[in-house]
């Protein structure tokens, strides 16, 4: 964790963006480093865990990181967690709260409040737009021989 | 739509990875495709949307989407809705629905109950490690005088 918190610091002081960093790390071993890149990537997506993540995937030349763990300085915002999930990551450790990241403008607690609502009641609106080959697609995949699943 | 729903097709069959294609636009401009490529580059946030988020923002060099839409061949994930938030996309179009992906195997479903959940009752373990590090890091932040928002 002190790692995590070193790269939050180390790599907002550089000019990356935000403070966060992340780990992720098997059996005590640090398999890939993160931190946030979203302002000088020009990547809105580049947050600590994601580009540790998908450094510690590319290390491991896998995408699935069952059996490794993620430290990370700040409870992982919504994308975050959902990305947590589908690396299928052991467990997380986290230092400073939701609370803590609102407390110095990085508010994504308006996201979480999000995922509770109904579709129509989100603040981005999302409209369905229901088309026969979007359904063909679904099935070609259902019947595809060789296909990889994840 | 309809050339996210071919994207999605087309870049299946060629093994790209799942039935997943997203575009990004500008008053009936296209300014960047998406398409799921997590098996192929090994990368567990490789999801139409997110190629889709992080390709525009490239290609319009900056990492704020405001003005810009999303069509996608199906209704994003969990990680993809947060992205969608941080990229401040204006709205979303969607053709099939999460129960028609978890129809062909893409259950996503167990990961938005997960965000409904208390952080203790999560299927994985998310556990707080507070550290005086992480707030002296956030406290830099604050304190920070050239930092760049997002």
Request: with cysteine.
């Amino acid at each position: 964790m002190r790692a995590a918190i070193r790269l939050s610091r180390e790599k907002m002081a550089a000019g990356f963006g935000g403070p966060f960093g992340a780990i992720v790390a098997r059996g005590g071993t640090i398999v890939a480093e993160g931190w946030n890149q979203v302002t000088s990537s020009n990547d809105p997506t580049a947050h600590a865990e994601m580009t540790a993540i998908r450094a510690a995937a590319k290390t491991l030349g896998r995408f699935d990181l069952a059996g490794n763990t993620l430290y990370t300085s700040c409870e992982p915002c919504p994308m975050c967690l959902g990305a947590i999930y589908w690396a299928r990551l052991d467990a997380v450790y986290y230092a400073n709260s939701r609370d803590d990241a609102a407390a110095i403008g990085f508010d994504d607690d308006h996201i979480y409040r999000g995922f509770a609502k109904p579709i129509a009641a989100r603040m981005i609106p999302f409209t369905r737009l229901e088309l026969p080959e979007a359904a063909a697609a679904f099935r070609a995949w259902a019947e595809k021989p060789d296909k990889v699943r994840y």
